[in-house]
C-alpha cells in the first residue's frame, strides 16, 4: 500500500500568518490531492496535481495555493492564514484508471488559525 | 462539474442488522465510484470500488453496486457488527481524475 506521509501533524497559526503544509509519498503515484475535512461537508477538494509541476484548482482553492516540484512531495500554503482556514487537512496520492483505481490518504494535519 | 449527494448523516443499528447506505451522482463520463471508510482519528480508507465494467465490489463482508439509470451507487452489509462502527464516504471519479466525496455518513452499531 502507498505510504502518504503528512506534515506538521498539528499546526496553530495566527491569523495573518504563512501555514505550509507537506505530504510525502512512496509509491510513485502521478496524482496528488489536497482535501479539508469539515464536519457535515466531508472532504472538499482544494487543490490537485497530475505530476511534478502541474498544479490545479480543485473546488474550494480561494486562499490556498500548492506546490508540486518533484513526484513525491505535494505542498499546500496558505498565504494569509484565516480562522475559516480552521480544518483538518488530508494529503493523497493515486493512480486513477477504469481497473486499477487506487487513491490512498494520510493520516492528516489538524490546523487551528487563532 | 462532477458531484457527490450523500444525505444519510448518521445511521443507527443494532449488530446483525442490514446496513444500506446510498449516493447519488453526476457526470459526464464513464465514473469509478468509491467507498471510504474512516475511523477516528485516521485517514479515509478505501473499502470497495466500482466501475462501469464490473458493477459489483465486495470486501469484507461489504457489498458496492451502482445504477447507472438512476445514477446512484450503494453500499451494503447483510450484518453488521460493533466494529463496523465509522463513517463511511462515497466517492466519484469523473472527469479529471480527482475524487469527489460525499458528505459522509457516520455508523453507530449497538451491541
Known amino acids: 500500500e502507498a505510504a502518504v506521509t503528512q506534515s506538521p501533524r498539528n499546526k496553530v497559526a495566527v491569523t495573518g500568518g504563512k501555514v505550509t503544509l507537506s505530504c510525502n509519498q512512496t509509491?510513485?503515484?502521478?496524482?496528488m490531492y489536497w482535501y479539508r475535512q469539515d464536519t457535515g461537508h466531508g472532504l472538499r477538494l482544494i487543490h490537485y496535481s497530475y505530476g511534478a509541476g502541474s498544479t490545479e484548482k480543485g473546488d474550494i482553492p480561494d486562499g490556498y495555493k500548492a506546490s508540486r516540484p518533484s513526484q513525491e512531495n505535494f505542498s499546500l500554503i496558505l498565504e494569509l492564514a484565516t480562522p475559516s482556514q480552521t480544518s483538518v487537512y488530508f494529503c493523497?496520492?493515486?493512480?486513477?484508471?477504469?481497473?486499477?483505481?487506487?487513491?490512498?490518504f494520510g493520516k492528516g494535519t489538524r490546523l487551528t488559525v487563532v | 462539474g462532477d458531484s457527490v449527494t450523500q444525505k444519510q448523516g448518521q445511521v443507527t443499528l443494532s449488530e446483525d442488522d442490514f446496513l444500506f447506505i446510498n449516493c447519488t451522482y453526476s457526470t459526464t463520463t464513464y465514473p469509478t465510484l468509491l467507498w471510504y471508510v474512516q475511523y477516528p482519528g485516521q485517514g479515509p480508507q478505501l473499502l470497495l470500488k466500482?466501475?462501469?465494467?464490473?458493477n459489483k465490489g465486495i470486501s469484507r463482508g461489504f457489498e458496492a453496486t451502482y445504477d447507472k439509470g438512476t445514477t446512484s451507487f450503494h453500499l451494503q452489509k447483510a450484518s453488521v457488527q460493533e466494529s463496523d462502527s465509522a463513517v463511511y464516504f462515497c466517492?466519484?471519479?469523473?472527469?479529471?481524475?480527482?475524487?469527489?466525496f460525499g458528505a459522509g455518513t457516520k455508523l453507530t452499531v449497538k451491541p
Open positions: 509509491n510513485n503515484h502521478n496524482n
Open positions: 466517492a466519484l471519479v469523473g472527469n479529471n481524475n480527482a475524487p469527489r
Open positions: 493523497a496520492s493515486g493512480e486513477i484508471g477504469q481497473g486499477n483505481t487506487e487513491v490512498f
Open positions: 466500482v466501475t462501469t465494467a464490473n
